[in-house]
Nanobody, 129 residues
Framework: QFQLVESGGALVQPGGSLRLSCAASGFNLRFYVVAWLRQAPGKEREWVSCISIRGVGTDYADSVKGRFTVSRDDAKNTVDLQMNNLKPDDTGTYYC??????????????????????WGQGTQVTVSS
């Protein structure tokens, strides 16, 4: 069926790096904007990044600019999030979410699940010494 599956989360020390992957099955991710969001225990869900259809543009939260890079490989039906110089505040469950439509949606900082057509199950990232 239609699914998004995140992978790559791990325990990492501050200053370390991780690469998360979001893989789609059952539908073609090529026609979807893909966002990364995260949520730490007891905190509100936070928008992290997004990549536009065909990767023509990317956006990042101020808190991760210069450290995170989002990319997509439509041939593999995946979107990756490279995370460098990780900080304890980066700890949380990371989700990818895809939004498509005939209107060819652009990147946004929307955090509600209702905004997206598909939402992954999440992968845990813990940044701690």
């Amino acid at each position: 069926q239609f699914q998004l599956v995140e992978s790559g989360g791990a325990l990492v020390q501050p200053g370390g790096s991780l690469r998360l992957s979001c893989a789609a099955s059952g539908f073609n991710l090529r026609f979807y904007v893909v966002a990364w969001l995260r949520q730490a225990p007891g905190k509100e869900r936070e928008w992290v990044s997004c990549i536009s259809i065909r990767g023509v543009g990317t956006d990042y939260a101020d808190s991760v600019k210069g450290r995170f890079t989002v990319s997509r490989d439509d041939a593999k039906n995946t979107v990756d999030l490279q995370m460098n110089n990780l900080k304890p505040d980066d700890t949380g469950t990371y989700y990818c979410a895809a939004r498509g439509g005939r209107n060819l949606p652009a990147c946004s900082d929307e955090v509600t699940k209702e905004h997206y057509n598909y939402w992954g199950q999440g992968t845990q990232v813990t940044v701690s010494s």
